[in-house]
């Protein structure tokens, strides 16, 4: 959170995943928004722009790296676009998964055409009795939508 802080103050984009959690505070059940994966977030910025930020912060800035390049992994921005589609919505009920199940080729593409959710694109799955889209970004993050009624829902042909 307070990377993200740091990052607004210098009107840098950046998201971080967030949910609802309930907290108990005394004998007071509170329901706050909390960071959904730990330690993660996304920043757009260019090559340059990270390494003079990483230089001038003096808070902890770690990489998720490409083992084969060394560089800093870039993520897609219609990947980036769908993930927060569906990740930024925290009014909905939506599940975040392990990463390595992130394997989706069992579950047809789709794309969402109503509702919050609308124009994110992922796989049709069945997760805890529901029918739901699932968005990944591979290697780092999957999350998967609240029930997605089949009539919002068109495959996408490869």
Known sequence: MKVKRDLDSKHIENFLPMKHRIVIRGERRIKELVPAIHNLIFINICKAELKEYKSTTTLPIRYIMNRETREPIVI??????NFIAVAGNTTEQIVYLEPNI????????????????EGAEGYFMRIK????VVVCINGIAAVATAFVHPSLVERIEN
């Open 76 to 81: 897609p921005e219609k990947q980036m676009r």
């Open 102 to 117: 992130s394997n989706f080729k069992k579950g047809d593409r789709v794309r969402i055409t109503g509702g919050v959710f």
């Open 129 to 132: 009795g529901d029918r739901r």
